[in-house]
């Protein structure tokens, strides 16, 4: 088994809960859907790679022991806390204010739409807790073998996220082709990508 040659201790049941993790609503599910609903697959396919790098960095820093640091000096925590929590509100004032018609707050060449989603990503600090937190209980103590464990879930999460956001922007592409057809429903869709960023960024700014 997979899982026993590099120390996970149960690798099915990790993947399990990455896959359930994946699906969860959240800024980053936001993020693919509203990319894609603008940029098409190429857009939503650059979301899916922003999210995938940020996600590599704050796990890698949990690694490192990031969160021992952060946990040390609480204020550095909420200040990347707030941070994105202004960020996300930030973004999602400007989809509820845009008139119809105006450019798309989210840009329309891929690389952005990688550059806001790792954005969005990265300026989530309780996701490095996660991290350290959650790894801890697929490590087998008698078979872990250093950062090659880590590695291989580091990996695993990689192309689960790759699969999951594919899956998401292809499904979002095809709805969304029919929902450009009515402009109504398009820009009342966006108003609400507006206000539950705006309600993530005060859940993460409240939350302790």
Not at 71 to 92: E, R, S
Not at 95 to 121: C, D, N, S, V, W
Not at 136 to 144: E, K
């Amino acid at each position: 088994m997979l899982g026993s040659f590099v120390g996970i201790a149960d690798y099915g049941a990790f993947v399990a809960a990455i896959i359930i993790f994946l699906a969860i609503p959240g800024p980053g599910n936001l993020a693919l859907i509203t990319s894609t609903s603008k940029g098409g697959i190429s857009g939503g396919l650059g979301a899916t790679l922003g999210v995938i790098a940020g996600d590599q960095v704050l796990l890698w820093a949990a690694v490192a022991g990031v969160s021992a640091l952060m946990a040390a000096y609480p204020a550095a925590f909420h200040a990347v806390q707030w941070l994105g929590a202004a960020y996300l509100a930030w973004l999602g004032a400007k989809m509820l204010l845009a008139k119809p018609g105006a450019a798309p707050i989210l840009q329309i060449r891929p690389h952005h739409y990688f550059r806001q989603a790792l954005l969005i990503t990265l300026l989530n600090p309780k996701a490095i807790v996660f991290y350290l937190a959650f790894f801890p209980l697929f490590v087998d103590p008698a078979q872990h073998q250093g950062l090659k464990t880590f590695a291989v879930m580091a990996a695993t999460i990689a192309q689960l996220t790759f699969l999951y956001g594919l899956v998401a922007v292809l499904l979002t592409y095809t709805l969304a082709e029919r929902l450009r057809a009515n402009p109504k429903v398009s820009a009342a869709l966006e108003k609400a990508a507006g206000m539950f960023l705006i309600g993530f960024g005060i859940k993460l700014a409240l939350s302790k």
